[in-house]
């Protein structure tokens, strides 16, 4: 079940309280202010700061993996 449009219109981004936006076919929610991405597991966004993911680090879902 994907994230309700309710649900997205009132959170926002724990770091800088900023927009964030659905990405990655519902995979993540992202906060181009900050530059990160927060995973969606089960379709429950974990808006965690430690669990942020870089946006350049961000691929299709999941973290790239370090050179």
Known sequence: ?????????????PKCKGDIALIDQG???????CQV?????DDIPIMLI?????L???KDGQ???KP
């Open 27 to 33: 995979q993540g929610l992202v906060c181009e202010a």
């Open 1 to 13: 079940m994907p994230i309700a449009s309710e649900l997205l219109s009132i959170l926002a981004c």
């Open 37 to 41: 991405v927060y995973p969606v597991r």
């Open 56 to 58: 350049a680090g961000w």
């Open 63 to 65: 973290r790239q993996a």
């Open 50 to 54: 430690e669990e942020a993911v870089p």
